[in-house]
C-alpha cells in the first residue's frame, strides 16, 4: 500500500512542506537524505493524498503568512496539485510545489543567450540532443531552433531525470521582441561557478549553493515561458481519473495512439495552459521511425476518408495492421532499440551445450535478455501540429553555438545497444554479437 504525501513544517524558516514517500531509486530520496543531514529538518506529519497535501500546504501558507512547500511524485501525483496550486496562486497565496521527472521548456532570446545557458546545464552534467525546427519557420509568430538539455552517460538518467527543451529565436527574426535586448540575466559569476563545475565534476558545498542561487534566479519565469511537464505511466488512465475529478483534457492526445502493443515514443496531453503531461516508451530505430513515419502518413488518409474518426482512433486501426505487437517481435524486426544482458547461469537451459550464434538463438535459448530502452527525447512530429511532419535540421548551427557537439539521438541509442551487446559476449565469453538485421 502506498503511503499518501507527508506534511511537514520547519520551524527554523516557517514553511510547510508535504512530500509522497519514495523507493529507494527515486530522486526524491535525495531530498529526504539531505534533510537527515540537517537538525533543523522538516517533521512529517501523513497526509491522506495528494490533494489534501497541496491544501495543507495552502493553509499553513494563509495561517502563518509564510511559504507552504508541498512534495509529490510526478506524473498523477503532481497533476493532482494542480488545483490546490491554481487556487493558491489565484489568491496570491505562496505555495511552492516539489515533484521529480521534471521536463522543462524555455525559450531564449538570443544565440548568446544559448550558449550561456548551455554552459549552466552542462554544469549539471547535461548535454545537448537533437536539433528540431518548425516546418513553416516564416508562418510562425515565433520561428525557433530548439535542442534538448538532458544527462546521457549510463546510469545519469536514472539519477537525475531532468530534460530541459530550450529553443532560441532564429537569427534576424525578431517580430516577439520590441527591444534588442535579452531576456535572461546571466550574470558573470554564474557562468564561472557552471565552468568551473563543469570541468571539475562539481563545487565545494558554499559554491555550489551560490551556484544554485544564481541559477534559479536567471531561469525564473519573466517574459519567457517556462513549462514543466510531469510523466505518468498511463495516460489515458490519468486522462479517466481526472475527468472524473471534473477536469478537462485540453487539445486531445499527441504522439502514438493506445492500442494493444508496446508503447513507444512519447505520447502527451494538457489540462490547461500550463499543465502538459507525458508518458514514454520505447526507442524506435531508423527502421522502426520510419514505419512510424508510413503509419502517420496511412492514418492521415484514412481520416480523409472517414473524418468521424478521431485521430488516436484512426491511428489505433493503422497500428494494429502494421506493428508488432510484442517487444520481442519489435526487437527481432530491428524496429526498436533494446539493451541486452547475460542471464544468470542458475536459470538457463540444462541441456550441455553452450551458447548458440546469433542474437535470435542466445535470445531464445535464455543466455540473453532484452530490455526496451526509453525514448528520451522529442516527439518525432510537431506536438501542436501533427499533421505536419517535421523537418530534418542539421545540428551544425547550434553545436556551433554552444560550442560543444550536439548528441544524435539516434546514434545515442544505437551506441546503448552496442555496448550491451559487446557486454553481454565478454559476460558469455564468446565473440561479439551483431544487432538484429534491419528489415528488407
Not at 146 to 173: C, E, I, K, N, Y
Not at 189 to 200: I, M, N, T, V
Amino acid at each position: 500500500m502506498r503511503p499518501g504525501p507527508n506534511c511537514s513544517s520547519r520551524r527554523s524558516s516557517g514553511t510547510a512542506s508535504t512530500s509522497s514517500s519514495a523507493s529507494p531509486a527515486t530522486p526524491a530520496n535525495v531530498l529526504y537524505d539531505v534533510f537527515a543531514r540537517h537538525t533543523d529538518a522538516p517533521r512529517h506529519i501523513l497526509a491522506r493524498d495528494e490533494r489534501h497535501a497541496g491544501y495543507m500546504a495552502d493553509g499553513y501558507a494563509r495561517t502563518h503568512r509564510r511559504i507552504g512547500v508541498c512534495e509529490a511524485s510526478s506524473g498523477g501525483g503532481a497533476v493532482y496539485l494542480a488545483g490546490d496550486l491554481g487556487e493558491a496562486y489565484a489568491s496570491s497565496v505562496p505555495v511552492l510545489a516539489i515533484t521529480t521527472w521534471r521536463h522543462a521548456a524555455i525559450r531564449v532570446a538570443t544565440p548568446g543567450e544559448l550558449r550561456r545557458a548551455g554552459q549552466i546545464f552542462a554544469a549539471l552534467g547535461m548535454c545537448p540532443v537533437g536539433a528540431y525546427a518548425p516546418g513553416d519557420a516564416a508562418a510562425r509568430p515565433a520561428p525557433v531552433v530548439s535542442t534538448l538539455f538532458r544527462p546521457v552517460a549510463p546510469g545519469d538518467l536514472a539519477r537525475a531525470p531532468f530534460r530541459v527543451f530550450t529553443s532560441v529565436l532564429v537569427p534576424g527574426d525578431r517580430r516577439p521582441f520590441t527591444a534588442e535586448r535579452p531576456q535572461r540575466d546571466f550574470p558573470p559569476e554564474l557562468l564561472r561557478l557552471a565552468a568551473r563545475a563543469e570541468a571539475e565534476l562539481g563545487l565545494p558545498p558554499e559554491g555550489a549553493r551560490r551556484f544554485l542561487d544564481l541559477a534559479t534566479a536567471a531561469f525564473r519565469p519573466s517574459g519567457a515561458p517556462v513549462d514543466l511537464t510531469p510523466r505518468v505511466l498511463d495516460l489515458d488512465e490519468l486522462h479517466r481519473r481526472m475527468a472524473d475529478r471534473g477536469v478537462a483534457m485540453t487539445g486531445g492526445i499527441q504522439g502514438p495512439p493506445h492500442w494493444d502493443g508496446p508503447d513507444v515514443l512519447p505520447r502527451r496531453t494538457s489540462f490547461g495552459p500550463r499543465c502538459a503531461v507525458e508518458a514514454r516508451g520505447i526507442a524506435l530505430t531508423p527502421a522502426g521511425r520510419a514505419r512510424y513515419d508510413a503509419m502517420t502518413a496511412e492514418t492521415d488518409r484514412l481520416l480523409a476518408i472517414d473524418p468521424v474518426l478521431s485521430r488516436q482512433e484512426a491511428a489505433a486501426k493503422i497500428w494494429a495492421m502494421c506493428l508488432p505487437a510484442t517487444e520481442a517481435a519489435l526487437a527481432r524486426q530491428d524496429l526498436a532499440y533494446f539493451t541486452y544482458h547475460a542471464t544468470d547461469p542458475a536459470t538457463r537451459r540444462r541441456d550441455g551445450l553452450g551458447p548458440p550464434a546469433g542474437l535470435a538463438g542466445l535470445l531464445h535459448g535464455g543466455w540473453i535478455t532484452a530490455e526496451p530502452i526509453v525514448y528520451e527525447d522529442v516527439l518525432p512530429r510537431p506536438v501542436a501540429d501533427p499533421g505536419t511532419a517535421e523537418p530534418p535540421l542539421d545540428a551544425d548551427w547550434p553545436a556551433g553555438v554552444l560550442d560543444r557537439p550536439v548528441a544524435d539521438p539516434m546514434e545515442h541509442y544505437a551506441r546503448q545497444r552496442r555496448d550491451s551487446l559487446d557486454e553481454a559476449a565478454r559476460a558469455l565469453g564468446i565473440a561479439p554479437i551483431a544487432p538484429p538485421p534491419p528489415p528488407d
